[in-house]
Each structure stands twice: as C-alpha cells, then as structure tokens.
C-alpha cells in the first residue's frame, strides 16, 4: 500500500515538475506538453489504489441509480398523471351519458305522455262520435218505427174496409138469393168481386 502511495506522490512531484518546466509568459500560466500531462494523469489513475477505484464505480453506480430512480419516478408521476387525467376523462364521460340518459329519459316520459294525451283524446271523440251515431240511429229507428206503423195502419185501415165491404156485400148477395132465382147466380158473381175490391 505504501508503494502504491509513493508511487501516487511520485507522479504527482513529476506532475508539478512538468509544470515548473512550463513556459510561463505572463506568470499566471504554464505552457506544458499535452503528451506529458496525459502520460502522467493515465499513470495516475492506473496507480490509484482498488479502493478508490471501487469507490468512484460505486459513486458512478449511485449516480446511475439516482438517474433511473429518478426515471422511474418520473415514469410514475406521468403514468399516475395519464391514469387520473382517464378517470377524470371516463367521469366526465361518464356525466355526460348521465346526462343523455337523463334527456332520454325526460324525452320518452315526454312522449308517453302526448301519447296518453292524444289516445284520451281520441277516446273522447270516439264516445262522442259513437253517442251523436246512436242519437242519430235511434232518431232514424224512431222515423222508421212511425213509418212502419202508419204504413200497417194504413194497411189495416184498407183490409178492415174490404173485410166490411165483404160483410155488406155477402149479407146482400144473401138477401138478393132469397129473392133472385138460381139461374141467375153466374151473371151476379163479377159484381160480388167489385163489392171486395180496395176503394
């Protein structure tokens, strides 16, 4: 390990050594050889002990895992993000068929009730229609039924007129008989048809 320190110090003395060497016009600075200086860092970091190198893999590993740490907690947020920002978008969504559902529904009831309306509507039209046609039949059934019966007491009027000119004329066709020889009966039979004739 002490080696490995004096090597390290060693090849920071040749370091310094270059740069003493240097060419300073203006006293704040050196001019040295690049190849010099970088010959010496590569010595440098090739001489540095295994648990420095360690240390620095493990600060660039702890680096590495801060940065996905970090993406992963970015990619997250954005997830977690795009997830709240599809439930408030499947909410909103969800409101407005609420919503169209609620117009459908107010709509349909709408409806029913104009077809309630208009069926009790037509209802009553129909029971004044069907009350106006049964006045009017049973008017028309009355005029038929007077009709009717002055025609048949018109009819009877004329059979109970030929049913008494009949008596008349039998009971005087009897007197005549009594008084009338038989011969003569046949030429008396077409005035006995007149006697039964309608007036």
Known sequence: MNSQQDLIYNLMNDLEDALDKG???FG???VVKKDTVTNLLDRLYAALPDEIKEARALLRRKDELQYEAQQKAEKIIADAQSEANRLLSESDLLRAVQREAEKIKEQVI???EDIKRKAADEAESIRM??????VRIKDGASVYAEQLLANLEQNLGQMQEIVKNGQVSLE???M???EVPAGNFANQRQDFVNDFKMQ
């Open 172 to 174: 005087r066709r009897r």
């Open 28 to 30: 704040y600075y050196s």
């Open 110 to 112: 709408n409806e029913c």
């Open 176 to 178: 005549e008989a009594e």
């Open 23 to 25: 060419f300073s016009p």
């Open 129 to 134: 229609q069907a009350q106006d046609e049964a």
